[in-house]
T-cell receptor, first 112, second 113 residues
């Protein structure tokens, strides 16, 4: 059974803190993605990775960075959290041979 | 880059009626168009997709149509049921760049029983 997990379902941080969101998939997928979901804006791509140690900017990378040291794990980093980064963060993975993306349960991040 | 617009933002239908959600895209090179369904508190899941070499695809009560000339595609749900209530997202992709998807803003579908 396909499984994508995220380290936290809910997270509350203070402005200026460094925040790590982790995503793990057990499907041996090469592709991994980080999105943020905001009402009325849909899912917007922050960063994606096609392979270990490889990363590419998505549509809204400002204020974020990522790390992919192992194939199964893709981390999203907020170097200095700000209130406008309060959002739902969704991780996803996919295989190059198939377009379907499998999503994690999401992390609702609140920055105070 | 690609831009996807989705309408309507909310849609209420009576149980048993049909529902139609429409999306337009800007990049004529896009060739893969999936639809994801997200139930309340759940993760998005793929429900149907279509590639640019096909005009229509059907899976039981759901169907997707694609008009490449007009650069729009639509999701059709027939005989709606309460469990169809969810947020639906359309997306477009240039598959040669892997699976990078650009999503629409989403449609909240409410099926009233």
């Amino acid at each position: 059974d396909v499984k994508v997990t995220q380290s936290s379902r809910y997270l509350v941080k203070r402005t200026g803190e460094k925040v790590f969101l982790e995503c793990v998939q057990d499907m041996d997928h090469e592709n991994m993605f980080w999105y943020r979901q905001d009402p009325g804006l849909g899912l917007r791509l922050i960063y994606f990775s096609y392979d270990v140690k490889m990363k590419e900017k998505g549509d809204i990378p400002e204020g974020y960075s990522v790390s992919r040291e192992k194939k199964e794990r893709f981390s999203l980093i907020l170097e200095s959290a700000s209130t406008n980064q309060t959002s739902m963060y969704l991780c996803a993975s996919s295989s190059p041979g198939r377009n379907e993306q499998f999503f994690g349960p999401g992390t609702r991040l609140t920055v105070l | 880059g690609e831009n996807v617009e989705q309408h309507p933002s909310t849609l209420s239908v009576q149980e048993g009626d049909s529902a139609v959600i429409k999306c337009t895209y800007s990049d004529s090179a896009s060739n893969y168009f999936p639809w994801y369904k997200q139930e309340l508190g759940k993760r998005p899941q793929l429900i149907i997709d279509i590639r640019s070499n096909v005009g229509e695809k059907k899976d039981q009560r759901i169907a997707v149509t694609l008009n490449k000339t007009a650069k729009h595609f639509s999701l059709h749900i027939t005989e709606t049921q309460p469990e169809d209530s969810a947020v639906y997202f359309c997306a477009a992709s240039l598959t040669e760049y892997g699976n990078k998807l650009v999503f629409g803003a989403g449609t909240i579908l409410r099926v009233k029983s």
